[in-house]
């Protein structure tokens, strides 16, 4: 459908600067949902056998994607301002690798956002090493105290590749995203996901774009970056209320997701699993490092409809801690 690919387009156009080339409709390439994405981007760029450096800890669903493909995963330590520009630097030089994933707003598991000269240093060594960068801007509609200025918006020589999804901010019903990439990629990024993926469902397409467009998109952006903002800032108070041992290291500005550290002594197993046995659902941190686990981690989502339940849920993660 054109006119959902204009849209995702006009999306970055109206963040790009007047010096810089704006991507086109021609750019964009529809999907059903950005899992599917990632897949054919590492595919297409990395290659089986090849080499992808990703963000150490990073998206869970984007290592299975990776591992399914058969790349070979090179961490790259992130912090609440992004990679560790040296270790980057050294991995590009280490492994010749030519891909570079990671998300710079509203990391999933983190919720961290890469500061400005962050992001300007990454453009540029991923330009110096003649690689990609694949951005995944998931998050896009989920600032909280900030706004998300995707990465590709500076860049018109084809280096970052772009992927937007749309499922959780419009419904989880709706899985309709689009990746962006220029020249040569493109055609063979496309010729991947047709081999997949014949046909995007137009009703989907449709019904996506009716709700970008319609009169209360952006109210219900507004709207949601206030239930955001409430429902991250109890669930922080009631960590820090009832959780001593529990330690976060900086309030993400965006996002779903709050990422708790516990002691390095804590069977994080065994602590899923009695939570979960006082009917407290929470998500082990172990699988979204890419190798082995730079400590013990919670990811704990505030996205919830019960905001009242969060200080009974630290409470029970606390029995749970102190038990073991």
């Known amino acids: ?27 964009v390439i529809v999907l059903p949902g950005s899992q599917l994405g990632l897949g054919s981007l590492f595919r297409s760029i990395a290659g089986p056998g090849g080499t992808l450096l990703i963000e ?40 010749g690798a030519n891909v570079f994933y990671a998300q710079p707003n509203y990391a999933n598991p983190t919720g ?31 600032g909280i ?7 590709a918006t500076r860049d018109d020589s084809g280096h970052v590749i772009y992927l937007r999804s749309l499922t959780k901010s419009v419904s989880p019903a709706i899985r309709v995203a689009a990746v962006i990439a220029r020249g040569p990629l493109r055609r063979r990024l496309l010729a991947d996901l047709q081999a997949q993926s014949m046909y995007v469902s137009a009703l989907l397409q449709a019904a996506a774009l009716e709700v970008v467009n319609g009169p209360g998109w952006q109210n219900h952006r507004r709207t949601l970056r206030k239930k955001l903002r409430t ?9 820090t209320t009832h959780v001593p ?38 998500a082990g941190g172990d699988e979204w490092f890419p190798a ?18 969060y200080e009974q849920a630290a409470v029970l993660l606390n029995e749970a801690l102190t038990q073991q």
Do not use: C
Not at 112 to 141: G, K, N, Y
Not at 247 to 262: D, E, K, Q, S, Y
Not at 297 to 305: E, T
């Open 1 to 27: 459908m054109t006119n959902l690919r204009s849209w995702f387009a006009s999306e970055l156009t109206s963040q790009t600067p007047p010096h810089l080339t704006a991507p086109t409709t021609h750019d």
């Open 56 to 95: 150490s800890p990073t998206y869970w669903g984007a290592i299975i994607a990776a591992r399914q493909v058969g790349v070979r995963l090179v961490p790259v330590p992130t912090g609440t301002d992004g990679p560790d520009l040296v270790a980057l630097d050294r991995a590009f030089n280490d492994t």
């Open 112 to 142: 961290a956002q890469w500061s400005p000269s962050t992001s300007a240093r990454v453009l540029e060594m991923v330009r110096d090493h003649r690689a990609f960068l694949i951005e995944d801007d998931w998050a896009h509609d989920f």
């Open 145 to 151: 105290t900030t706004d998300a200025t995707p990465i």
């Open 231 to 239: 429902r991250r800032d109890l669930l922080v108070n009631a960590i």
């Open 245 to 282: 041992d529990a330690t976060i290291a900086a309030v993400p500005p965006g996002g779903l997701n709050l990422w708790v550290r516990l002691p390095d002594e804590v069977d994080l197993d065994r602590l899923v699993k009695d939570t979960e046995s006082k009917g407290l659902i929470v």
């Open 292 to 309: 082995e686990p730079a400590g013990r981690y919670l990811r704990l989502n505030f996205a919830g409809p019960e905001p009242a339940a």
